[in-house]
T-cell receptor, first 116, second 119 residues
Framework: AQKITQTQPGMFVQEKEAVTLDCTYD???????LFWYKQPSSGEMIFLIY??????QNATEGRYSLNFQKARKSANLVISASQLGDSAMYFC?????????????FGEGTQLTVNP | DARVTQTPRDKVTEMGQEVTMRCQPI?????VFWYRQTMMQGLELLAY????????DSGMPKDRFSAEMPDATLATLKIQPSEPRDSAVYFC?????????????????FGEGSRLTVL
């Protein structure tokens, strides 16, 4: 079974609008962390935001917020006021305390295109 | 600005040749990872080290891949002999991971990647 599922291979959004990128995860661990990374066409992987399984508040970092619904095992990334520079591949990832040690397991990614 | 440094950025080689990729993690980080990215498989973990000790290399084909961390400033990934199916982007990443789940600050910092093409 996939640990991280990103069901949207591609998403389109108009500049200045908000967009939600979906991520669901599968774990039996009680302690885990969820991460989002951005990979622009230049190829580097850029960390965006982190949510811990015990965090009661949704994480926010500037225009990025994480809609964490623990019971549904979802950790969707919300980008507000999209900019052209947000066009990139976005990866959701998880670290499980017991099962996978320090490693991050990545989803397949969502390609976001911001239209002017 | 601290960053993970990888060399080479691009490598084209012929099947059967040895390839060595190098990584300088961020100073003070205790965990170093090697990931491989392909269109078909996405991002796959090959190996990782904690405080220079190998913790897991189950993602690597053992017969041809080897990963080492001879000192805190250098991690290497070697392929010998290389094959066309090894063509991919290889990322090194480092992080300061204190708790098992990482916690705040447990994010990984990635290098720019080494693009390998094996003909």
């Amino acid at each position: 079974a996939q640990k991280i599922t990103q069901t949207q291979p591609g998403m389109f959004v108009q500049e200045k609008e908000a967009v939600t990128l979906d991520c669901t995860y599968d774990t039996s661990d009680q302690s885990y962390g969820l991460f989002w990374y951005k990979q622009p066409s230049s190829g580097e992987m850029i960390f965006l935001i982190y949510q811990g399984s015990y965090d009661e508040q949704n994480a926010t970092e500037g225009r990025y917020s994480l809609n964490f619904q623990k019971a549904r095992k979802s950790a969707n990334l919300v980008i507000s006021a999209s900019q052209l520079g947000d066009s990139a591949m976005y990866f959701c990832a998880m670290r499980e305390a017991q099962t996978s040690g320090s490693r991050l397991t990545f989803g397949e990614g969502t390609q976001l295109t911001v239209n002017p | 600005d601290a960053r993970v440094t990888q060399t080479p950025r691009d490598k084209v080689t012929e099947m059967g040749q040895e390839v060595t990729m190098r990584c300088q993690p961020i100073l003070g980080h205790n965990t170093v990872f090697w990931y491989r990215q392909t269109m078909m498989q996405g991002l796959e973990l090959l190996a990782y080290f904690r405080n220079r000790a190998p913790l897991d290399d189950s993602g690597m084909p053992k017969d041809r891949f080897s990963a080492e961390m001879p000192d805190a400033t250098l991690a290497t990934l070697k392929i010998q002999p290389s094959e066309p199916r090894d063509s991919a982007v290889y990322f090194c990443a480092s992080g300061l991971i204190l708790g098992l789940a990482g916690g705040p600050g447990g994010e990984l910092f990635f290098g720019e990647g080494s693009r390998l093409t094996v003909l």
